[in-house]
């Protein structure tokens, strides 16, 4: 079936530091890709995401390509600060434009230091 | 935006009692919500599928007796957790698709069972 498989944390790093969190999805069809993060204490929130192969996702700094040949949704940022630290997940949906589930990656932990 | 809410945010209950969580679209009808569970330190689980007017579908390994899903209208999913026990404690979370491959998350639910 349909999974996600994100790079494992915790990830700590300083302010200003470039971010990078792989994620790799593995799909019987043309799924709809997602980063969600959820802030300590806080619910889960749209990120940004992707609907077809070589869209660029892109929020706060943050973006992550749709790669079809390598079946990744890495997600980066230039320059991240203290309020970036959060759980981020990969996500993807099997079913682009209807109701249906939604499949997460395990999650990593990001810290970043002052 | 769309907003998913539930209701309680935290509950606390002895073993053996049933408890009840109210997942709400605010200012969208949803005819799907989907339940997830999601553990500490850990991603979200996909429980189930619920559907405005019909039963709901369980993933596998999900006991659908004792997870009662009732998706009586379209803004309004519950969740109940029948007999539970200590191992049932864990973060509960709705959503619901606000159109197209829009995943709007509730802020979640804490269960701790005694």
């Known amino acids: 079936g349909d999974s996600v498989t994100q790079m494992e944390g915790p990830v700590t790093l300083s302010e200003e530091a470039f971010l990078t969190i792989n994620c790799t999805y593995t799909?019987?069809?043309?799924?709809?890709l997602f980063w969600y993060v959820q802030y300590p204490g806080e619910g889960l929130q749209l990120l940004l995401k992707?609907?077809?192969?070589?869209d660029k996702g892109s929020n706060k700094g943050f973006e992550a390509t749709y790669r079809k040949e390598t079946t990744s949704f890495h997600l980066e940022k230039g320059s991240v600060q203290v309020s970036d630290s959060a759980v981020y997940f990969c996500?993807?949906?099997?079913?682009?434009?209807?109701?249906?589930?939604?499949?997460f990656g395990s999650g990593t932990r990001l810290s970043i230091r002052p | 935006g769309a907003v998913v809410s539930q209701h309680p945010s935290w509950v606390i209950c002895k073993s053996g009692t049933s408890v009840k969580i109210e997942c709400r679209s605010l200012?969208?009808?949803?005819?799907?919500m989907f339940w997830y569970r999601q553990f500490p330190k850990q991603s979200l689980m996909l429980m189930a599928t619920?559907?405005?007017?019909?039963?709901?579908?369980?993933e596998q390994g999900v006991e659908k007796d004792k997870f009662l899903i009732n998706h009586a209208s379209l803004t309004l999913s519950t969740l109940t957790v029948t007999s539970a026990h200590p191992e049932d404690s864990s973060f509960y979370i709705c959503?619901?698709?606000?159109?197209?491959?829009?995943?709007?998350f509730g802020p979640g639910t804490r269960l701790t069972v005694l």
């Open positions: 992707a609907t077809k192969a070589d």
């Open positions: 200012d969208f009808q949803a005819t799907t």
């Open positions: 799909a019987t069809g043309y799924p709809s």
């Open positions: 619920s559907n405005e007017g019909s039963k709901a579908t369980y």
């Open positions: 959503s619901a698709v606000a159109g197209g491959p829009l995943m709007v």
């Open positions: 996500a993807l949906s099997d079913l682009n434009g209807s109701a249906s589930k939604i499949i």
